[in-house]
């Protein structure tokens, strides 16, 4: 079972407000993803680190979206002006590095309501 | 890009009959890392099967999968579903050391009736 924790579960902004959300990876895995989830079901790839460094991010996630991984502290996924396309479940996940299957393990979720 | 594609958005099985849930791929990943995510109801994504060996078996909770690299497929099947398999099923793809991100695809929704 995983042992990604989110928080918080639910979150509901107003357009234009700010929304940030927090993830915990399991113990000893330095690479976290962000991935969002529609209300279609289909997963959006948003970003991910290595321990503080980031991999890869897409286009949306450097002008919209913040996102960091500090040391000692819970990662973090911020939306700096809510739109309502971004009402959505943001997901969280963590692997270990190095691994040779490239499982990640996934958070519950932070579902995002944007009025 | 890369690309996974699960051409049944919804699948309804009778308990006790064989489930097939359909995967097909694009990539330009030299070494590529296979999955099944189940997604039961309100909790979180969780892998189901694995695999990165082609034309080899793959067996976990009665699922099983085989990837062929030659018809570029990874297809799920169960041979008696249960009603407690219901839920989302997404295929998904990752370069094989998994830095790199998860493409997943549209997901099957599968409903097994008494």
């Known amino acids: 079972n995983s042992k990604v924790i989110q928080t918080p579960r639910y979150l509901v902004k107003g357009q234009g407000q700010k929304a940030k959300m927090r993830c915990i990876p399991e113990k000893g895995h330095p690479v976290v993803f962000w991935y969002q989830q529609n209300k279609n079901n289909e997963f959006k790839f948003l970003i991910n680190f290595q321990n503080q460094e980031v991999l890869q991010q897409i286009d949306m996630t450097e002008k919209r979206f913040s996102a960091e991984c500090p040391s000692n502290s819970p990662c973090s996924l911020e939306i700096q002006s809510s739109e309502a396309g971004d009402s959505a479940l943001y997901l969280c996940?963590?692997?270990?590095?190095?691994?040779?299957?490239?499982?990640?393990?996934f958070g519950p979720g932070t579902r995002l309501t944007v009025l | 890009g890369d690309s996974v594609t699960q051409t049944e958005g919804l699948v309804t099985v009778t308990e006790g009959l064989p489930v097939k849930l359909n995967c097909t791929y694009q990539?330009?990943?030299?070494?590529?890392?296979f999955f099944w995510y189940v997604q039961y109801l309100n909790e979180a994504p969780q892998v189901l099967l694995r695999?990165?060996?082609?034309?080899k078996r793959t067996e976990h909770q009665g699922f099983h999968a085989t990837l062929h690299k030659s018809s570029s497929s990874f297809h799920l099947q169960k041979s008696s579903a249960q009603l407690s398999d219901s839920a989302l099923y997404y295929c998904a793809l990752s370069d094989h050391y998994g830095n790199e991100k998860i493409t997943f695809g549209a997901g099957t929704k599968l409903t097994i009736k008494p």
């Open positions: 695999s990165s060996t082609d034309n």
């Open positions: 990539t330009t990943y030299l070494t590529i890392a």
């Open positions: 996940a963590s692997r270990t590095g190095g691994a040779h299957y490239a499982e990640q393990f």
